[in-house]
């Protein structure tokens, strides 16, 4: 399995942003896919995941009500769609990909993306 993230940059405080996951491979209809990031100095935390077949999505407390998390089927890729961001936003992006939901979003997936990165302007 492979990943690769993209569309990372910069952004003013309030701004957005959208990051790409593409994903080949094997058949991702099985898959839970993730997004996380790690700031400059800290561990890298779970941002948000969602279940290929169902499109069920799951976010951090943090992002809530201004990230979104979709997928697009057809094209074997994740989007994270990042609205009103925030300084705090600022990180390297990963997008993270395994067949078991807790395993995704406890971070121990066993494919990762190279990251991305995002950097918020205040």
């Known amino acids: 399995v492979q990943l690769q993230a993209s569309g990372g940059g910069l952004a003013q405080a309030g701004g957005s942003l959208r990051l790409s996951c593409a994903a080949s491979g094997r058949s991702f209809s099985r898959e839970i896919m993730g997004w996380f990031r790690q700031a400059p100095g800290k561990e890298r935390t779970f941002v948000a995941a969602i279940t290929w077949s169902r499109g069920s999505t799951t976010y951090a407390d943090s992002v809530k009500g201004r990230f979104t998390i979709t997928r697009d089927n057809a094209k074997n890729t994740m989007y994270l769609q990042m609205n009103s961001l925030k300084p705090e936003d600022t990180a390297v992006y990963y997008c993270?990909?395994?067949?078991?939901?807790?395993?995704?979003?406890?971070?121990?997936?066993?494919?990762w993306g190279q990251g991305t990165q995002v950097t918020v302007s205040s």
């Open positions: 993270a990909a395994d067949r078991e939901f807790f395993v995704v979003v406890g971070g121990t997936a066993a494919y």
